[in-house]
């Protein structure tokens, strides 16, 4: 199968999954009856001012009906307005993706060059002291909570150290932030040779991306060991033993055939750390996407809400159809030629 | 010449029951170090949780108004909060929500998953297509925003919580039992059984449930740990528990604010208490592993 | 000349049980056998009776929790059971070399044939890349592989099952093996392919006069294709000897059995599965192993068997070797 027959196939299978993504989107937000209008009239509201709100929202239609516009609606682009911001919630989202973008590509690829490795050298001698020390870190890290990671972090290298600055979002309040370019302040900094608005962007970085680094790193640790023994045990390994080959070949042999696995598994782990990255925005005060998600649901803000769910699920889509391209192109297994 | 036989202790009297009881505890130590460290630590918030009113040295809702942010001392071992309320007790008494979120969120999922995974397992066609469909479109959500937009919109109550969280877990249930299903669907048990013509709903039950439990059984510790975890999220982001209850994740939300200016108590030992009952669970859960696994038992 | 010589080996699968009480499950008992350049040893007998495990003794890749706890493994005068791990490591694949049972799945999905070919000869002989290239494809046309050039770029998937064990065979040929472990080389391949295999390995094994040891449950494969015959039943050698001889007379109650099993004078492929519960490796009796089976046991069959000599060079583990049709004959026991 020719590369373009192969995308294209793959594009056909995301529609119908991105329509039931938005079609669970609506219903999410519509579960429990909360009802957006109360917050938009306000208290003082009287029962032909809560219709004429409710008429204009669409919510007096069917629910068939209204989830037809909605779609209508997302696939031109528009996803309604944000009650906290008053601004388009695409506007919103587009601002503040490749914050939190650069965040997670940091915080997770840190995470996962150190996961990935430790991994491998534990599944090698199984059971041995590095494989149980590995194991209790590797599960001490999923028992950890990120926000409480985070906080610890705050108070011992902010309070008690003074090595890191406040946190308080992405630059100090000092420093002016740098002009736009691609709205990540570290590489606009860099880009704009404006090297104190690079040096706080970084050192503002440095704990909220070694939260996510650690808290990244122990999923990926554990499914690579699990991965790297499943390989040792297979026939291509007990075969490449009987053939007298070398440990540092052998050892090559193991790493290229985990590649594959692994690199699907952190695309899959993605997803979640995603949920965890809105966390740590949290704490940190970061201005990203997670942190507007969050608040939006705790306030309650629908639109805000839809737009931020939506956002996220599309993300794991193109992730996983990135990891997805990228396998069938080094896999000699794969239908595409 | 090569190595020649090591010899092993025989037994030549049959054992007393308390030696069979010592050989078996010893021999899974053995296998599995960890399943018996976290069962042990579960055990150990279990009696917190039961015993909490024996235990605790104050009230762990009263407040010392006098005591506000008092550091770690001999009277309040873990200090006191922003409301002068006894940490130590608070951590204790928390315990209790720790288990009442997870054991009925657990069993929750177990009693929507199991079934759903044995139905679709074993009639395959339209319904299983559809429903694993679904389950994996719900995996592009992180399991947290699910979790948090669900309960926010629902209503901030512990068994909306519970509901929830039992609701969103189930899927996992599912697939596990789903794929022993469809392993067993064409052994010569299940086969016999059919021709004898037993109703498809004994099938189910009777033939099928016994063998396909065990992978879900393995599944229970883990989930359990993740959701003590999530509960605690959701309450540390205001949602679902409400100050001043002293629950590990609300409390964490309260001493989030100290942390900045030094009454780091507040906070840290909550969080600490989340990490060990948390730790124990996934210990066990992952120790349960090596217990079914027949290579781990190679002796010295 | 006798290249390999096992004596009186033991290997045990020693683990401690869920009441931490050491458990021993005596795989191998006292397997003796010896093998000369150029002969063909075929090994038979049921699952589990320890043929797999006997090669895996030979080279060294056991895994915990069996290990050979007595006895000796010498190849051409070097003792293998106390070797050091590289050391093995080094003659593994040059001068003992293995033919595996799941070709497709043995091979490195990752690399292309040619290169592991290469590979292989590379880790062992070194030299230009040119000359272990060329001696690849020259051992794909020994094999019978079709257009070697070009197969030699394919990916291990892309073969069909025999052209996967051919690939195996040319492997196992790459650096001139004085031994060569065949174990069960032909299960799993339609009959006439697996009839062309076995040719082809007896023609190689006359060209390069390789001792040659073929582990198998079928014993119209022996009988087709291998000088000497050893069968095996719970860890034991119970008879062995040259192919005919064997066949024609056996002098051990299990061979007796698996020869009237296979009647139709030894066709390929109709291994029939001999009926009967496998011997508790666990709790094996005193005496033979074959005892709870044996319609002509006797008290005596609780010591030690002696290992008789009935004819020139073909013995058989049993106290009534070459006596059975003295005892009353009992009838094929279910």
């Known amino acids: 199968m020719t590369l373009q027959r192969f995308l294209l196939r793959r594009a056909l299978m995301v529609i119908p999954l991105m329509i039931g993504v938005v079609f669970i989107t609506f219903m999410l937000v519509r579960v429990g009856g909360l009802d957006p209008v109360g917050r938009l009239a306000g208290p003082t509201a009287t029962q032909a001012e809560f219709d004429s709100i409710r008429e204009n929202l669409g919510l007096d239609r069917p629910l068939w009906e209204q989830f037809g516009i909605y779609l209508g609606n997302v696939v031109r682009g528009d996803l309604g307005e944000s009650w906290l911001s008053n601004r388009p919630v695409l506007t919103d989202i587009k601002e503040r993706a490749i914050i939190s973008l650069e965040l997670l590509a940091l915080g997770v690829g840190i995470g996962t060059l150190i996961g990935v490795p430790v991994g491998l050298r534990a599944a090698f001698r199984p059971n041995g002291r590095f494989d149980q020390l590995t194991r209790i870190l590797s ?49 606009d900094g860099l880009l704009t040779a404006n090297w104190q608005a690079a040096w706080s962007a970084a050192t503002q970085l440095v704990l909220p991306v070694i939260c996510l680094a650690i808290v990244s790193a122990a999923p990926i640790l554990k499914q690579t060991r699990a991965i790297a023994i499943e390989v040792l045990a297979s026939d291509t390994v007990r075969y490449a033993h009987a053939c007298g080959l070398p440990e540092h070949i052998v050892r090559r042999v193991v790493l290229r055939n985990s590649a ?70 080094i896999e000699p297994r794969s239908e595409l030629s | 010449m090569a190595k020649t036989t090591p010899t092993y202790p025989t037994q ?88 009442g979120i997870a054991i009925p969120a657990v069993l929750l999922s177990l009693i929507i998953g199991v079934p759903v995974g044995l139905i679709a397992g ?22 947290i925003i699910l979790a948090l937009a669900v309960v926010a919109a629902t209503g901030q109550s512990l068994l909306n919580v519970v509901l929830v969280l039992g609701v969103l877990d189930s899927p996992v249930f599912a697939r596990v039992v789903r794929a022993e299903v469809l392993a067993l669907r064409s052994s010569n048990f299940v086969e016999s059984a059919v021709a004898a013509g037993n109703p498809t709903w004994r099938i189910l039950f009777v033939h099928l449930l016994p063998n396909a439990i065990q992978g879900a059984m393995a599944q229970t510790a883990v989930r359990a740990a993740w959701a003590v975890r999530i509960s605690a999220t959701l309450a540390f982001l205001g949602v679902g528990v409400q100050a001043p209850t002293p629950e590990w994740g609300a409390m964490i939300r309260q001493g989030a604010e100290f942390m900045v200016s030094g009454q780091w108590w507040v906070a840290l030992y909550p969080g600490l208490a989340l990490i060990c009952m948390v730790f124990g669970l996934n210990l066990f859960g992952d120790g349960l592993q090596d217990l079914m696994d027949p290579r781990r038992r190679a002796a010295k | 000349m006798t290249l390999l010589d096992v004596v009186n080996l033991h290997t045990h ?53 069996a290990r050979i706890v ?80 070009s197969r030699a770029r394919s990916w291990p998937h892309e073969l069909s099952g025999g052209m ?62 291998c000088d000497e015959i050893a069968v095996m039943f719970g860890g034991c050698i119970v008879e062995s000897g040259p192919v005919r001889d064997v066949f024609a007379a056996p002098a051990h109650p299990y061979t007796r059995k698996l020869v009237a099993a296979t009647p139709e004078r030894f066709r390929m492929g109709s291994a029939k599965s001999l009926s009967g519960q496998p011997p508790d490796l666990y709790n094996l009796p005193d005496g033979c192993v074959l005892q709870s089976r044996c319609a002509h046991a006797t008290d005596l069959c609780k010591t030690p068997v002696p290992n008789i000599e009935v004819a020139a060079s073909h013995f058989s583990l049993c106290h009534y070797a070459g006596k059975l049709d003295a005892n009353p004959a009992g009838q094929v026991q279910a």
């Open chain 2, 12 to 99: 030549t009297q049959p054992f007393s029951a308390r030696q069979r009881v010592s050989n078996r505890l010893i021999g899974l130590f053995r296998i599995s170090p960890t399943a018996v460290i976290g069962l042990l630590i579960i055990l150990f918030f279990g009696v917190l949780a039961l015993f909490s009113p024996w235990i605790m040295p104050h009230d762990p809702v009263s407040s010392y108004t006098d005591r506000v942010l008092q550091a770690p001392s001999a009277e309040h071992w873990f200090g006191t909060d922003g409301n002068g309320m006894d940490v130590f007790s608070r951590v204790i008494y928390g315990a209790k929500y720790g288990f």
């Open chain 1, 139 to 187: 599960l001490l890290g999923f028992s950890i909570p990120t926000y409480w990671l985070g906080l610890v972090m705050i108070f011992v290298f902010f309070y008690l150290l003074g090595w890191a600055p406040p946190a308080i979002g992405r630059m100090s309040l000092l420093v002016s932030p740098p002009d736009t370019i691609t709205g990540s302040y570290l590489i």
């Open chain 1, 260 to 329: 594959v696995p692994v690199l699907t598994f952190v695309g899959t782990e993605v997803t979640g750390l995603v949920g965890t990255m809105s966390l740590i925005e949290y704490v940190f005060a970061w201005g990203g996407l997670g942190q507007y998600g969050l608040n939006a649901i705790i306030s309650g803000d629908f639109t805000a809400v839809q737009g931020y769910v939506l956002a996220l699920a599309l993300f794991s889509v193109l992730v996983f159809i990135a990891i997805d391209i990228v396998v069938h192109l």
């Open chain 3, 13 to 65: 699968f020693i683990s401690r049980d869920i009441d931490n009480q050491v458990r021993t499950a005596k795989a191998l008992n006292g397997v003796s056998f010896s093998l000369a350049s150029g002969r063909i040893l075929g090994i038979v007998g049921e699952t589990g009776a320890g043929k797999s495990l006997t090669a895996q003794s030979i080279i060294g890749l056991l895994r915990p929790p």
């Open chain 2, 122 to 143: 074993y009639r395959g066609g339209l319904l299983d297509e559809v429903l694993m469909r679904f389950f994996d479109g719900l995996r592009v959500f992180p399991s």
């Open chain 3, 164 to 225: 996967a064990q051919r690939v195996l065979l040319a492997m196992a040929l790459m650096n001139a093996p004085k031994l060569l472990i065949a174990d069960e080389p032909t299960t799993g391949l339609d009959v006439t392919v697996q009839a062309q295999i076995l040719d082809l390995l007896r023609d190689l094994v006359a060209r390069f006069n390789m001792a040659t040891m073929i582990i198998t449950h079928d014993l119209g494969v022996v009988a087709h294709f």
């Open chain 3, 70 to 149: 007595g006895g000796s493994i010498t190849f051409e005068g070097r003792e293998l059971t106390t070797m050091p791990d590289a050391e093995l490591n080094k003659i593994r694949g040059e001068e003992i070399a293995m033919v595996v049972q799941n070709p497709r799945t043995s091979l490195d999905p990752l690399t292309r044939v040619g290169d592991q070919l290469v590979r292989l000869h590379q880790v062992h002989r070194g030299g230009p890349k040119e000359a272990s290239h060329k001696r690849a494809i020259e051992m794909m046309e020994a094999v019978g592989i079709p257009d070697p050039k």
